[in-house]
C-alpha cells in the first residue's frame, strides 16, 4: 500500500480509457482528471480518437463522438500535456498498457492503481467494476473517487449524547421543543 500522507500533495492525474473491441484494443477516448491531493483541480480533459479499425469494433454509443474525431496522431501531444509531471492513476496494469502502447516514447513518472488505494484486497473486483463498458470519463471520475476517499479517510464517528446535558438530542415529543403558535383562521395577527 502507498502511503497516503505522501499524496495528500501530490499532483495526480486520474486517467480512464475507452478502447475498441478488436484484438489489439485500440484508444477512442481517454479522460483525466487533474487532482492534488483529494481535491480536483482539473479537467475533466476528453480527448476522443478516431480508431484505425471498423467502426463495428466501436462501442455503438461512442459512434458521434468517434467518427469524425482526429486520428491519434493529431491527439497523443495534447494527452501528454495533461500527464506530465504528474503521478498516474489507473484501474489496473492493463490499462497503462494499452496507453504506454500508443505511447511507446513516453515514461510515467510514477504510478497508482486502485488495488494500492484498497490494499490490494480487491484487485480484480475493482478493475471490473471501474473498467467494464463505463466509457473513459466514468471510469476517471471513478477512479478519482477512490483516491479522494482513500486520501480522506472514512467519516468520523460522532459519538451519540448522553441524556439529560445541555446537548441532548430533543425529539418532537419533548417539552424543550417549542410548540408552533396556531392562530385561528378568522383572527388576524396584530
Known sequence: MVSLDA?????MAVVGLDTTAAVPAQLVGVAVFHLAGPVVTGGPYGFWVQPDAPLRQVRRDLWPHVWQAPPWADVAEHVLETLTGRVLVMAAPDRLALLRQHLPDWEPGAVLYARDLT???RADADHEEITTGRGAGTEAYTLAERVAAALLGPPPHV???RHG???APRGPGSPAVPRPVRR???QSPS
Not at 7 to 11: D, K, S, Y
Open 7 to 11: 499524496l495528500r500533495t501530490t499532483p
Open 159 to 161: 459519538a451519540p449524547y
Open 165 to 167: 446535558g445541555p446537548h
Open 184 to 186: 385561528p383562521r378568522d
Open 119 to 121: 490494499g490490494g484486497t
